[in-house]
């Protein structure tokens, strides 16, 4: 469809709808953007187009649809599968949304917030809490991610178990559709039932049935009180249990609860330089954040009563309550620094599967045994215990699984967790989409018929396949589609 | 596509599929089907189908659509706008969903709940309740509304402003497809990022892309405090006012917040016997319950604390906090009585816009003022503030407005109405969906090419248009679709 008549597009058009200077054609100045940032995937643009606003998004989608160009859309490219990366065949269009950053209006009484897709996380989060609301998306990357990126792959993150995903946070949407025109949905309602719900197609899509160039987001109260703790314990069913225990007694307070197994501990304290927050080692580890919307005074030592209570039932064997911000920060430092630890050790791979959340334990024990031989690789696991989402991470040794053979071994190493994932009623991708990266396994997991009904929505949506082709779908040439 | 043909199909074969006793042919046993509770839509079907498993849903589709013949899923028959009544041909199915009743499993380690589509809202959460969970969806109808209907019209009701309606309650659905194909998607999973959430389509969608026989909803703690008041007010602006105050005050704690106007206490204490909960009258009402998932004895007197301060702000004139669960009851009485008060003072026409919630009062003014001079109607008003979805209610007399002039009158009053809340940004229906009432309305209010989009996903999933034909959109043959 997108063949090479689009060689002969006009791109001096481009220039004229957004700019000279905002298309983008040498190898310089397309550097930042052909990769992503782990430089784990290369492709070739013709151009990296950058409109400043929807109607500069829509008038570069009228004329690749009139001049059937293929787009490629890009937030801040933080994507880890390759999402927001073009294709090798150098005749795709990168459309960078990075210069549609008005936040355009923060709306208190609405609990509300209307933003452009290129606003980082980051700006969101800050401009929410002037008016002493929270934007509860938190994410390692969030002062680089673009919130357009984050509903186009519905970004999870740090407080899920209170919050939910992006998804749950979209009120509405402003979207380009392929041939440029806009659909405008930025409702601020909190009801509305008239029809199909057509935001939660985009969210997710990846790009890949319209742009979206703006969303209106749910605030919510501001929490004046958290209270942030570390527990160390023998196992990860023993986590399950805390869970348990910490949702019994804390309820919808539970904002965070991590794992890290101890590997993973002793790695990010060592190559990160961060002092080990207990004082012995331990198996697994917790970090769990309790958050009040009003003033509680009593919720620390609440805390310290219910960690207490589980080291007696000996489900905890140490733990600890930061006692004052610095120490809460220093918490959260060690969950944000664990890719740093990782990668020093070794080349890493890492998988962001999700099971039911009574499955967690179960998950990791069958994992730990499919590899429990290996001398190629190490398995650290650090996640959110508390949506079933916890990732596997395999750090290969250098020296055993040189370069030559690494893509190979990666992918049955994938293979393997992906089925026990799977085989514990799992998904294989819980917060981090689809992609380049898993495209081709993904048909394998659904049932043929919903396969067909996402085929058919696709066609629907973008008729001509310009939108992100070869993303979450294989190219529509492969025989089988 | 279903003309003539269909009655062609052999009905014997349905029998072999769920019984003899199961196809109701006659009058008399489809009575109770082919109307709705109000009595206002009446419709003709050749047969009245219960099947008892979603096998048994299977092989109805199929042999419907072998057969071209349309069917009409009907759960509890409580729908507001004739959503499961078929047309008055005689050429369609009505496909009862009451005998799948199952609840399948309980599981308080994932809070989810796995219950057929027949399950009343009521057994659901009886069910969660009794493993110390909450399902919190709370309707007038639950005791008769099914779940499957809760879903297929993304019902709201009493508890939106805290836990959301119920398309942020599923987790994952069974669904039979028009050529009884199952999609089965009962997912426990908390993120699953695999490409486009075909579930958000069927929630909401009235029944016209799939029948749902199954899901798997949220369970969340239950509340092991509740504190209700009743609020008597000067205006509904102030009433938006104590709607903030509520929600800076205990955040997420605020589960319920209802308006409902003087003349609607008066006539729901009056015709209802219902005593008044203040001792004079007010202008305004807000009835208000603070939900605490951890024991808090000290809730009562905080709340009590902020409704003293509402007054010395003169923003609430007065206020009571129910005492015991005897009072509490008597105070949710009245809520849940509104309906038989009105229907005892006239003729009633109630709607269900919603408008961001920062504009009810503004909606309200408006309503207000255009009817202002009226001597055919009253008005009351009633609902959900912190949802800004509140029903404005035209009672009409019926000495001046009798049965012959009735549906020409009330088509004028709700498009005034309509076009208040459009006015204001907001939507012909917050929780009750289109059905045939709203469905050759919606479209003037729709985005042309949102209308497009969504005819294409209909054509997708249902070719034939064999599904609740004439829900949603008018039927096929309308010049202008």
Redesign the interface.
Known sequence: MHGQDNMDANLSELKDIVGNQHVLLSKEEQSGFVEDWRKRYHGVARAVVRPKSTAEVSKVLAWAYRNNVAIVPQGGNTGMLGGAIPSTRGDEIILSLTRLRTIRDV?V????IVAEAGCTLLEIQEAAEKVNRLFPLSLGSEGTCQVGGNIA??A?GLE??RY??M??LVLGLEVV?PDG?V???I????????????K??F???EGT?GIITAAALKL??LPKTRVTAIAGLASPEDA?VVL?IM???????LSTIEILSGLEMQLTTKHCGIIAPLQSEHGWYLLIELT???ANDLLTEHFATALHKCIEDGVVEDATVAQNNSQRAQFWNLRHMVAEGNNAAGRVLSHDT?????EGARFIRRVEAAFAGSSDLKLVFVG?I????IHAVAIFDRAKVPDEIFEEKAKEVSSIIFEIAIGL??????????GLS?RDR?KS???P??WT??R??K???DPKGLLNPGK?FAPETSADE
């Open positions: 709306d009484t609405n609990d509300a792959t519905n999870g899920v178990v939910g995903p998804r749950d559709l025109e659909l405008e949905q409702y601020r309602l909190r009801k509305n039932n008239t029809g199909y719900d057509l939660h197609l969210i997710g899509a049935l919510y109260p399950l348990g949702k019994e007694e804390f309820g919808a307070r009040e919307t009003i999700s099971v039911p959340v009574s959110h508390g949506d079933g989402n009623d799992g998904s294989i991708s819980a917060e981090h989409g689809i898993l993904l997991y659904k049932q018929r919903e009904l996402m058919a929505i066609s629907a949506f979450l």
